[in-house]
Structures are given as C-alpha cells and as structure tokens.
C-alpha cells in the first residue's frame, strides 16, 4: 500500500483463492468491445474514409505468396482450460476436492435464476447470498 488507511492498516493479507477472486473481478466480459468510436471514427461514419487510410494495395503475386504462408502453417497454439492455467499459475488444481482430495465431478449446468436458488438451497447456502463461507468452494 502507498499509504496507511484511516484506521492505520498498512498491509492487507488475502489467501490465494480470495486473491484470484478479487483480481477475476477486474476482468472486463468477454466478446464485448472495450473501445467504443464515435463521431468521424465511428464505424458508420460518411467522414470515415477521408479520416482513415486505406489499406496497401496488394499484388496478385503476394496475395498468393501469403496464402500459401497461411496453408503452410502447422496448428500450433491452443487455448488452456481454466484448471490447467489455475495449475498452471498458482499450483492449485481445481479439480481436486479440498476435504476429500478426491477428484470433482461436474454435477449440473444451471442456467435460469429458478433452478440456481434451488441448487444453491439443496447446497445449504443461504438465499440472496452472494459470497461463500470460508472452505465451502
């Protein structure tokens, strides 16, 4: 911390699950734009085309070369699951359980606000609470 609080805190402990809660909170959601344009930039614009330049022209031959390049690519990166970069990054395995170091098991997809107090209930969480109990995840 730069400086001290009011009540003189001047460092704030959190464990590795609270941690990666609060740093999953300042991801933005996904698939939305996080840059907005508006006025000549905007996409629909009639000024647009005088404000930003147009692409380089290119020749047949290198249109041909690039996709050539593009066929000849073998499929490299791939994307890691949540578990393998939780793993990954703070050596926890989120699919272990903590109580029983047995393997977790997918028990449902719950989609509609009806169905999660339901399965939340039968969890024994309390209804309209939105944080756990220490241990309970």
Known sequence: M??????ETQTIEFSPTDFVGKLAAL???????????KGVLAGNSALRREVVP???????AERRLRRSRKLSRK??????????LLQRVFGVDGLLCKHCNGPLHLRCVVVNPPATMRVLA???????S??????DL
């Open 2 to 7: 730069k400086r001290a609080w009011s009540d």
């Open 54 to 60: 147009r692409p380089p022209r290119v020749s047949p």
């Open 27 to 37: 991801v933005p959601p996904s698939r939305k734009n996080q840059i907005v344009y």
């Open 130 to 135: 939105t944080t756990s109990r220490r241990g």
């Open 122 to 128: 039968g969890l024994g969480c309390r209804r309209g």
């Open 75 to 84: 499929p490299g990166w791939r994307r890691l699951g949540w578990a393998d």
